[in-house]
């Protein structure tokens, strides 16, 4: 017997997908509001896709129906770390409690809501809602935020995930991460996967990418984790990617794998412009980069008093390296030599840098002051990926050939590259142009996460089951 279950918010259908993989739930709809995800949904289940906005009405075919689950993403920009909005009173964040509404008045057996992590610190008096809404529903609540590289997907990509039980049921748990101790005891037959893969395991029996998306295979597949990818296709689909512009492509061919090209971070996966480009620069430039990516948010070096990152005024630049605590700081860096023949830094070394492109100046009350630009690695990203590591996580924004490069092409990652890393199985295939299932992939639940989920929540229905017996 295989359980009911309705998808809302269901997008193009990563959730859905999960649980259909358990072979223990039956989607029978999913509820959007995004055309395209929708066109990509009915593509691949045989659940129907409805257009349908979840803040109106529940359908009556639903309040009457006997549904065991009811699974759902209800939409996350408000709470979202990455784009830098965490409004308590942003109106999408209500979306969250029109699905609880909706739980209440389908009355599921079993509730699976996903969220970004983010929604765990935007409040406590949120969180402490959403709790009461659930228990005011007749449900029993418990939730945790998972990474799901932690559940067979090549993504450090951390979800908050709320599991709700009917009264009566057992008292909701949160899955736990698949063991490295069950390693050598997993295969495909047991509906486990293994926990750690890594960005090589996941794309590297893919060919490059093609201009139509479609491709054959040109060999066979070099681990599990690519068998179980290809199992069911004999082709690759939406396998494109964008080149990056051709002013970015002396950036691009530079950076190495694993590595963000990010002067204004500073830690072993980010590189700098000083760095980066080190044969371009004298010793007194690379310096003059690094004291602007470095003190460029510090509010002693800024031009003026603004919150944030600032310019810094010419002559501030030159006499801070005069300040022991600065050349100090410098050595720290890799500019060890400052402490014992010290540095002379002027305007030339300064100006020279605005005239080729690596600076950008404004007027500060008469007196030119610098910042880093978008050449010299203030933004966008540029991250390399790495064969032997885990991605983090996709973005909507990642197959841009300035965000996400491939761990060794001079590319960004193509869309099949991208649902590879998202744990979508080769024979879900996505429909629309290149930016909207860019943001589907994005956006989407990792399937391999969702069948772990799956798996786990099925054990409360079994035990409820058997004692009806």
């Known amino acids: 017997m295989k359980y009911k279950a309705i998808d809302l918010f269901c997008g193009a259908g990563g959730f859905s997908k999960g649980f259909e993989m358990s072979d223990k739930f039956e989607i029978l709809k999913g509820y959007d509001i995004n055309e395209e995800a929708l066109e990509t949904f009915n593509f691949n289940h045989s659940a129907e896709g409805v257009n349908y906005d979840i803040t109106g009405e529940v359908p009556e075919e639903l309040k009457d129906a006997k549904i065991d689950i009811v699974i759902g993403s209800p939409p996350c920009q408000g709470f979202s770390d990455a784009k830098g909005s965490r409004n308590v009173g942003d ?258 070394n300064i100006r020279k840098l605005k005239d080729k492109g690596w600076l950008r100046s404004k007027d500060v009350n008469g007196e030119i002051a610098y910042d880093l630009n978008s050449q010299s690695g203030i933004r966008p990203r540029y991250m390399r990926l790495n064969r032997e590591d885990k991605s983090n996580t996709i973005l909507t924004t990642d197959f841009n050939a300035r965000e996400k490069l491939h761990p060794v092409e001079n590319r960004g990652l193509s869309l099949r590259e991208g649902a590879r890393i998202q744990s979508f199985p080769d024979d879900f295939i996505f429909k629309g142009d290149f930016k909207a299932i860019a943001k589907q992939i994005g956006n989407a639940v990792p399937p391999l996460l969702a069948k772990q989920i799956a798996l786990h929540v099925e054990k409360f229905l079994e035990i409820e089951n058997e004692e009806a017996i």
């Open 91 to 348: 109106h999408r964040n209500n979306l969250v409690f029109h699905f609880i509404r909706w739980v209440k008045e389908i009355n599921p057996d079993i509730v699976v809501m996903e969220n970004v992590s983010g929604i765990m610190t935007i409040s406590d008096d949120f969180i402490n809602d959403i709790e009461n809404e659930y228990e005011k529903s007749g449900y029993n609540l418990n939730y945790s935020i998972l990474n799901c590289a932690e559940f067979g997907v090549p993504q450090k990509r951390k979800r908050t995930i709320f599991i709700a039980t009917k009264k009566g049921y057992p008292k909701p748990t949160i899955p736990h991460p698949t063991s490295k101790k069950q390693l050598n005891l997993l295969t495909k037959s047991n509906n486990e996967y293994v926990a750690d893969v890594l960005v090589g395991e996941a794309i590297s029996d893919l060919p490059s990418p093609t201009k139509n998306g479609i491709s054959n295979y040109d060999i066979k597949p070099k681990n599990e984790y690519q068998e179980i990818m290809r199992e069911k296709s004999n082709k690759i689909y939406n396998h494109i990617a964008k080149e990056p512009r051709e002013k970015d492509m002396f950036i691009v061919e530079k950076i190495p794998e694993g590595k963000m090209y990010r002067s204004t971070r500073f830690g072993e996966k980010y590189v700098g412009v000083w760095n980066l480009f080190q044969s371009e620069f004298t010793y007194e430039q690379r310096l003059v980069l690094w004291f602007i990516a470095r003190h460029r948010g510090r509010k002693a070096y800024k031009a003026t008093d603004k919150s944030g990152p600032d310019y810094i005024k010419e002559k501030t630049i030159i006499n801070s390296f005069k300040k022991q605590k600065v050349l100090n700081e410098a050595a720290k860096y890799g500019f060890e030599k400052v402490i014992d023949e010290g540095i002379n830094i002027n305007k030339d």
